[in-house]
């Protein structure tokens, strides 16, 4: 008899893996994962050479060091601070603790990619809410509860829509959701958003027992090369994530570089007003070329060509032969749309001078 994995494991769409010879393709320009172009903080590089010399040790069990700066930078108890390898670690961990077989679980339709494939390998049926011009309507995740929802994720600005929902609509959304649906409210472009009535909902999570946030030091902080992220819950939830955590799943150089790199407020402002700037910048030249740019509070945007499906993927081709790398949406059902992520003001000029060529003007 050959071993046999789980039914709900081999028969669901998992995430599509590569095959295993696959190298991550190397664009001059490459604006295509939502990353920060610059190099991390000095001070996140400095610490990360430093904790080179610990290397013959095991990390730290629970990121101490950085779950206590975190706990001070956002005044929220750090005893309920989980981090873990990526915000995707803990994306997954949601999904192993809190949904079942036949379970439904929420989210956006135009929401992150991998909510689909964790909620598959639950063996949950996942259900996608539409959304308005690309923004999420909070009354269509309610109109989507059944007897059979435990879970609600939703990307809050999210990707690749780059919109976000303000605080008030998920304030409803959490006081109108049924209290044994957990709500799982991802942040991880947070730190972009400085929207008045944006907010990541830290507080949401003092006051009631069934909203996570997740957060990541990917973007903002650039550190995905790492792989840090960071979840806020309450104690009996986090207790039981802990579970999934194995022993050391943060590397002793990524809870260093983080650790720094979240004290280090000056390069946050930098790498933000950088993003805004650039956003509104390429925005206005997209648009000159008759491009519409969903307008958004993210390191990256959406943009949707006037010639449909051919036009775009002759553009994704385009600049492609130009070493520029963008991310297309045909996962999503977005076929006439790329996301662009912003680059340095120097690859941001190459793009846009690429997309004037491509547009013909
Ligand atoms: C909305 C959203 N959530 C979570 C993540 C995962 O980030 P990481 O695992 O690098 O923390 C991403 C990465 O692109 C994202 O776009």
């Given at each position: 008899?050959?071993?046999?994995?789980?039914?709900?494991?081999?028969?669901?769409?998992?995430?599509?893996?590569?095959?295993?010879?696959?190298?991550?393709?190397?664009?001059?320009v490459?604006l295509?994962?939502?990353?920060?172009?610059?190099?991390?903080?000095?001070?996140?590089?400095?610490?990360?050479?430093?904790?080179?010399?610990?290397?013959?040790?095991?990390?730290?069990?629970?990121?101490?060091?950085?779950?206590?700066?975190?706990?001070?930078?956002?005044?929220?108890?750090?005893?309920?601070?989980?981090?873990?390898?990526?915000?995707?670690?803990?994306?997954?961990?949601?999904?192993?603790?809190?949904?079942?077989?036949?379970?439904?679980?929420?989210?956006?339709?135009?929401?992150?990619?991998?909510?689909?494939?964790?909620?598959?390998?639950?063996?949950?049926?996942?259900?996608?809410?539409?959304?308005?011009?690309f923004?999420?309507?909070?009354?269509?995740?309610?109109?989507?509860?059944?007897?059979?929802?435990?879970?609600?994720?939703?990307?809050?600005?999210?990707?690749p829509?780059g919109?976000?929902?303000?605080?008030?609509?998920?304030?409803?959304?959490?006081?109108?959701?049924?209290?044994?649906?957990?709500?799982?409210?991802?942040?991880?472009?947070?730190?972009?958003?400085?929207?008045?009535?944006?907010?990541?909902?830290?507080?949401?999570?003092?006051?009631?027992?069934?909203?996570?946030?997740?957060?990541?030091?990917?973007?903002?902080?650039?550190?995905?090369?790492?792989?840090?992220?960071?979840?806020?819950?309450?104690?009996?939830?986090?207790?039981?994530?802990?579970?999934?955590?194995?022993?050391?799943?943060?590397?002793?150089?990524?809870?260093?570089?983080?650790?720094?790199?979240?004290?280090?407020?000056?390069?946050?402002?930098?790498?933000?007003?950088?993003?805004q700037n650039s956003i509104d910048w390429m925005s206005e030249e997209l648009r000159m070329l008759g491009i519409k740019v969903t307008p958004s509070?993210c390191n990256f945007m959406l943009i949707h060509f006037p010639g449909?499906?051919?036009q775009m993927?002759?553009c994704d081709?385009y600049l492609?032969?130009?070493?520029i790398?963008v991310g297309?949406?045909?996962?999503?059902?977005?076929?006439a749309s790329l996301r662009i992520t912003v680059g340095?003001?120097?690859e941001n000029k190459i793009f846009v001078d690429a997309m004037k060529t491509f547009m013909g003007k």
């Amino acid at each position: 008899m050959p071993v046999k994995a789980n039914d709900h494991i081999t028969k669901s769409p998992s995430q599509p893996q590569p095959p295993a010879n696959f190298k991550k393709p190397s664009y001059a320009v490459n604006l295509a994962l939502n990353e920060n172009p610059f190099p991390p903080s000095p001070k996140a590089m400095d610490a990360y050479k430093n904790a080179g010399e610990k290397l013959n040790r095991y990390p730290e069990y629970t990121s101490h060091s950085l779950r206590q700066v975190l706990g001070d930078k956002y005044g929220i108890d750090n005893t309920r601070i989980m981090c873990t390898a990526g915000s995707e670690q803990m994306l997954a961990f949601l999904a192993r603790a809190y949904i079942d077989v036949g379970d439904e679980v929420i989210y956006p339709k135009y929401g992150f990619m991998i909510y689909k494939f964790n909620i598959a390998m639950a063996g949950a049926v996942g259900v996608p809410v539409e959304h308005d011009d690309f923004r999420i309507n909070v009354q269509y995740i309610l109109d989507a509860v059944t007897d059979k929802t435990r879970l609600v994720f939703l990307d809050n600005p999210g990707n690749p829509t780059g919109t976000y929902v303000p605080y008030d609509e998920i304030k409803r959304l959490r006081e109108e959701l049924r209290d044994d649906i957990l709500l799982v409210l991802d942040a991880a472009y947070a730190e972009f958003c400085t929207e008045d009535d944006y907010d990541a909902g830290l507080a949401l999570v003092d006051e009631y027992d069934n909203v996570v946030v997740t957060r990541t030091l990917s973007k903002l902080y650039g550190l995905s090369g790492l792989r840090v992220g960071w979840t806020y819950g309450p104690a009996e939830i986090i207790n039981t994530l802990l579970h999934l955590k194995g022993g050391f799943n943060v590397a002793i150089a990524a809870q260093a570089a983080g650790t720094a790199a979240v004290m280090d407020d000056e390069y946050a402002s930098m790498v933000r007003d950088h993003s805004q700037n650039s956003i509104d910048w390429m925005s206005e030249e997209l648009r000159m070329l008759g491009i519409k740019v969903t307008p958004s509070v993210c390191n990256f945007m959406l943009i949707h060509f006037p010639g449909g499906r051919d036009q775009m993927k002759a553009c994704d081709e385009y600049l492609k032969e130009n070493d520029i790398g963008v991310g297309p949406l045909g996962a999503y059902g977005l076929d006439a749309s790329l996301r662009i992520t912003v680059g340095t003001d120097e690859e941001n000029k190459i793009f846009v001078d690429a997309m004037k060529t491509f547009m013909g003007k």
